[in-house]
């Protein structure tokens, strides 16, 4: 009997464990949000940068790996890579040179500039994977690298586009940050230019972007909450 009894107990409590444990789980893989919605985590501001600055890293150096890589391929030629063009499809979008402009510039211009730099790399990430899965020299960890990048891209701006959010509610930015309500209407006209770049080119400009994106990011968090490691 005294056996039974323990038998049982032990079942009652390997069952409220899975139940406790199928909670956590549950709440675990809640969407993050801004704000105070149902069904999701709220984060801090200072969580919400600190997520998307790692991110950003993560992006920016798979755009190195990629871009070595790429050299050793296609480009074994010194004089050939000093020959590349460097016009970007992005150089149309103003960006702040350098840091002491990039923190004098006004909080929602900075938001807008990263947004702005993000969404324009979504068509030609995608399209840079493609070409590389067509490439037989290029190993397939490679091509899955270009691919991974596209959607880190992806997720990045979805991120961002949080933290600006977040920005908005707390009133620390207006809400005429057209980038956030209409990310495509602030490309600019010639956005298609990336369609006559080479590859390495793309790469090139990229890995240039995405250590923008990064730096700005990392700007944004230190002028708005200072006391969070910066």
């Known amino acids: 009997m005294p056996g039974n009894i323990r038998s049982v107990s032990f079942v009652w409590l390997v069952l409220v464990c899975l139940l406790f444990c199928s909670r956590l789980t549950s709440v675990g893989a809640a969407p993050i949000c801004a704000n105070a919605q149902a069904g999701c985590h709220v984060l801090s501001l200072a969580n919400l940068f ?81 070409s590389m899965a067509h490439h037989h020299d290029f190993n397939n960890f490679s091509s899955n690298k270009a691919l991974e990048m596209s959607d880190m891209v992806h997720e990045l701006r979805k991120g961002v586009e949080k933290v600006a959010e977040k920005m908005q509610v707390l009133g620390i930015i207006s809400n005429t940050v057209s980038s956030l309500a209409s990310p495509e209407a602030s490309l600019p006209s010639d956005s298609a230019e990336w369609r006559l770049m080479k590859d390495y080119d793309l790469l090139y400009c990229f890995r240039r972007d995405s250590n923008k994106v990064q730096n700005y990011l990392k700007i944004l968090k230190c002028r708005i909450v200072p006391e969070h490691g910066c």
């Open 50 to 130: 600190d997520r998307v600055i790692q991110h950003s890293a993560r992006t920016h150096g798979i755009s190195n790996d990629l871009h070595y890589e790429f050299e050793q391929y296609f480009l074994p030629s010194k004089n050939h890579i000093a020959r590349v063009s460097r016009n970007c499809h992005t150089s149309s979008i103003l960006t702040p040179n350098g840091k002491e402009n990039a923190q004098r510039m006004a909080r929602e211009e900075l938001t807008e500039v990263i947004l702005k730099l993000l969404v324009a790399w979504r068509d030609p990430l995608w399209h840079f994977h493609q």
